[in-house]
């Protein structure tokens, strides 16, 4: 795949740097669909894998509808060119379950559409004022980031269902790096103090992450890697599914009703641990982060240990703060985009990294993965910073705020970095395990 580069803050971007970036974000998202698409016959883009996840076929013309939505008619004051199709394609007006009951457009259709809203797009990309005279949507070219970024997270979205599906392996890609060099300590002190959270600056920021505000933080220690499949392993092997007193009693309940002892895609094998992945069934590794996993099953693993999952302050100061310039960086390791060598991003690999990988990646505190390989799950509920305004719909951010989804940050392996920075914010309903979801774990000073 190839990585997106994930725009500069500010305004030294001229206009023109701003729409080579826009035009790259664009054409990344678009090269990873086709190779999710193209990898699977018709049969199965149009058949529902899971009914957790919607046919590939839906998420295709749907990425085109919003293009079409954002680009061409709010952005360009274009006609609409399939009207008709708008609530078709409306995730909020039909369940994932319900959709291969609707009259979709068919594969060839889809592509098609996809293909016409994104030539009419980059012509409309070609001419728009990204800076003075821009309206909201177009200035810093933030439309057209916005929409590189639904697409790349509807990609991590068909890739989930790669995972889902039955059958053998269509897609593959080489095996992440090995850790390198001294062996980091298990987890670092972060020191009291405050530090500023999200972003006010980083001009293709989603709504949520904004706007930049202090937070004081309690001294804390915390992983310097995510939880391993090792790890995990011997909290399965102590019992840790069959004890109550682990377990938030609405997870032991989901636990118990659905007889779950294990990860999603693990299986016992003649005394070996073995797990699905991409169509290939291969041996549990050990060293890996574990992945698959629920909020209540990283909540009762952390109880188990003795320990608890970071709140989400405490994992962004962990992840971006500086103590020696006082400043909160865009990525753990400054302010440079992300590359192959501080972060498995981008599908370039279709794995996690072994913990105590990219040592390039490190935060100021030492903490390490904390970009890229798995999602992380925080103790804290989804919820608006001070300051929030919605932006530019309600429905991207703010009607999910509440208790019922916790956060997941940092992104994973499956995740492009246009879509993917120190402020991100991801959502999910605690019961969720089919997303590449894992965690690391914290503890007071």
């Not at 590359?339 to 794995?351: M, S």
């Not at 492009?416 to 920075?421: G, L, Q, S, T």
């Amino acid at each position: 795949m190839t990585d997106t580069p994930a725009p500069h803050t500010g305004p030294e971007l001229d206009a023109e740097t701003l729409r080579e970036r826009a035009l790259a974000a664009l054409l990344a998202a678009r090269e990873r669909t086709a190779a999710l698409t193209d990898s699977v016959d018709d049969r199965e883009l149009t058949a529902q894998h899971s009914p957790l996840m919607s046919p590939l076929v839906w998420d295709l013309a749907h990425i085109g509808n919003q293009e079409e939505l954002w680009l061409l008619r709010a952005v360009g004051g274009r006609d609409a060119l399939r009207p008709e199709i708008d609530g078709l394609y409306d995730a909020f007006e039909h369940s994932r379950a319900s959709r291969p009951s609707l009259p979709l457009l068919a594969p060839a259709e889809a592509r098609t559409y996809a293909a016409d809203v994104r030539g009419r797009a980059l012509d409309i990309l070609g001419g728009a004022p990204l800076h003075d005279g821009g309206r909201p949507l177009e200035r810093a070219g933030f439309a057209f980031g916005m929409v590189a970024q639904h697409e790349q997270q509807h990609d991590e979205t068909m890739l989930i269902t790669h995972q889902l599906r039955s059958g053998p392996a269509v897609l593959s890609a080489p095996e992440p790096p090995r850790p390198e060099g001294a062996t980091p300590p298990g987890e670092v002190l972060v020191p009291a103090g405050p530090f500023t959270m999200g972003t006010s600056t980083e001009p293709w920021a989603l709504d949520n992450e904004r706007p930049a505000h202090r937070r004081d933080v309690a001294a804390f220690h915390i992983d310097t890697s995510p939880v391993t499949c090792g790890a995990f392993q011997r909290f399965i092997e102590d019992g840790g599914y069959g004890e109550e007193r682990w377990w938030a009693p609405e997870g032991w309940a989901m636990i118990r009703e659905h007889g779950l002892s294990a990860p999603l895609f693990w299986h016992l094998d003649a005394g070996q641990w073995l797990r699905r992945r991409f169509g290939v069934t291969e041996p549990v590794p050990a060293d890996e982060p574990v992945l698959h996993v629920s909020w209540y099953e990283a909540d009762a693993y952390a109880r188990w240990a003795g320990r608890r999952l970071p709140t989400e302050p405490e994992w962004e100061k962990a992840a971006r703060h500086d103590p020696a310039s006082g400043r909160s960086l865009r990525y753990p390791w400054g302010d440079e985009d992300p590359t192959p060598e501080r972060a498995n991003l981008g599908q370039r690999h279709l794995r996690p990294a072994a913990a105590g990988a990219y040592p390039a990646g490190r935060s100021p505190a030492g903490a390490g993965q904390m970009i890229g390989d798995v999602w992380e799950w925080t103790s804290s509920d989804f919820l608006p910073y001070p300051g929030f305004a919605a932006f530019p719909y309600r429905e991207y951010s703010e009607v999910f705020f509440g208790p019922g989804h916790k956060v997941l940050r940092g992104g994973s392996f499956a995740v492009d970095p246009v879509a993917c920075r120190g402020t991100f914010r991801n959502w999910d309903l605690p019961v969720r395990r089919q997303i590449f979801s894992g965690f690391r774990t914290a503890r007071d000073a």
